[in-house]
């Protein structure tokens, strides 16, 4: 069993800048693919963005740009970079953990993150 721990997320105002961490104590993290997916009130959980082991990255529409991932497989850590943050980034954001190489479909990942919020004020 991975257990994934989220951390970081908050009130932001538009325009601002929020960084989210996930982490665990297993080394297998490093062969998965981790994902940042969110939901927001109301609303199915969505593909946010996506690191493969060898780090390839992708995001969705709305993220690109605007987000980074990242992952440190030393400290068993990927991050999640958020920059001109909007309303509609209003959810609590989820991180997970797959067997996959790469997936955007939740239904695809293995292990959940806690989960955590971030708001964002106009």
């Known amino acids: 069993q991975v257990q994934l721990v989220q951390s970081g997320g908050g009130s932001v105002q538009a325009g601002g800048s929020l960084r989210l961490s996930c982490t665990t104590s297993?080394?297998?993290?490093?062969?998965?693919?981790v994902g940042w997916f969110r939901q927001g009130p109301g609303k199915e959980r969505e593909f946010v963005a996506a690191?493969?082991?060898?780090?390839?990255?992708y995001y969705s529409d709305s993220a690109k740009g605007r987000f980074t991932i990242s992952r440190d497989n030393a400290n068993l850590v990927v991050y999640l970079q958020m920059s001109g943050l909007e309303p509609e980034d209003t959810a609590i954001y989820y991180c997970?953990?797959?067997?996959?190489?790469?997936?955007?479909?939740?239904?695809?990942?293995?292990?959940w993150g806690q989960g955590t919020q971030v708001t964002v004020s106009s």
């Open positions: 297993e080394r297998s993290f490093t062969s998965a693919c």
């Open positions: 690191i493969t082991r060898t780090a390839g990255t």
């Open positions: 997970g953990a797959s067997r996959h190489p790469y997936t955007d479909d939740s239904r695809q990942y293995d292990y």
